[in-house]
């Protein structure tokens, strides 16, 4: 287990760095929490961006705009309302299919809910949901025979900023019921009705998924090529317009 908290570019690196070590077999099953500090918006690998987020209102509230390695849509990620996981593991740990893979993952997340008093239920793809309104959302892909998943758990995240920067198509809102972004989201600090804590939410996420996910998980901190590793990926890939806008 990894917690260590950075801008989207650090962030991504990060996490594509540790699947690379995860792969090669020089690192063990890793879960992460972090935090994206500035707040981040992190967009799919095969998003049109200007389709997904409103750029002019990112750049007026300084929010960064990074593409992720993995699919999905956009995603804000609130700094001070929002703890992100990221789970990077040999693939032979999830037997069965991707979708397989995603519901004992985000058991974790529904596990740690409970321990906060809400009730939450997995729904497919790759969706978290209390009172059936998404609180979690997750995103995957897999390479050289191990797996990346990452996901949000918003426990007091700004949902007017949400709105105000993320854009989704009328007929995604209509399959949901809902006729805004704002419709569809909630957090456990709205759905308990009280204060949520980060220190809270994290040690309810480290609770979850190591029930969820057992004991080859391991804590401790990146090694010493996985930060190298984090930083160059920072630089010549996460930290480029060419690759964060280019779609």
């Given amino acids: 287990m990894v917690l260590l908290d950075g801008d989207g570019p650090f962030n991504m690196g990060l996490d594509e760095a540790i699947l690379n070590s995860v792969s090669r077999g020089e690192s063990p099953p890793t879960l992460r929490l972090y935090a994206f500090r500035p707040s981040a918006v992190t967009i799919g690998r095969f998003q049109r961006v200007r389709e997904s987020v409103d750029l002019d209102a990112a750049r007026r509230l300084g929010v960064h705009v990074v593409r992720r390695i993995t699919g999905g849509g956009s995603v804000y990620h609130d700094g001070l309302g929002e703890v992100t996981y990221s789970v990077a593991a040999p693939v032979r740990l999830f037997p069965g299919s991707i979708l397989d893979s995603y519901r004992v993952i985000c058991s974790g997340l529904v596990k740690a809910l409970d321990i906060l008093g809400l009730r939450a239920r997995f729904v497919p793809v790759n969706d978290v949901v209390v009172n059936g309104k998404k609180i979690s959302g997750s995103a ?104 964060n806008l280019g779609r």
């Fill in 140 to 243: 995957q892909m897999r390479r050289a025979g191990a797996l990346l998943q990452h996901g949000t758990l918003m426990y007091a995240t700004d949902l007017d900023t949400l709105s105000s920067l993320l854009r989704a198509p009328r007929e995604k809102l209509e399959s949901h019921g809902v006729s805004s972004i704002r419709e569809r989201v909630t957090t456990a600090s709205i759905e308990l009705g009280r204060g949520v804590s980060r220190e809270e939410v994290q040690e309810a996420m480290l609770r979850g998924f190591e029930e969820a996910l057992g004991a080859e998980f391991q804590r401790g901190e990146p090694t010493d090529r996985e930060l190298a590793e984090a930083v160059r990926l920072a630089r010549e890939r996460y930290g480029r317009e060419a690759w």
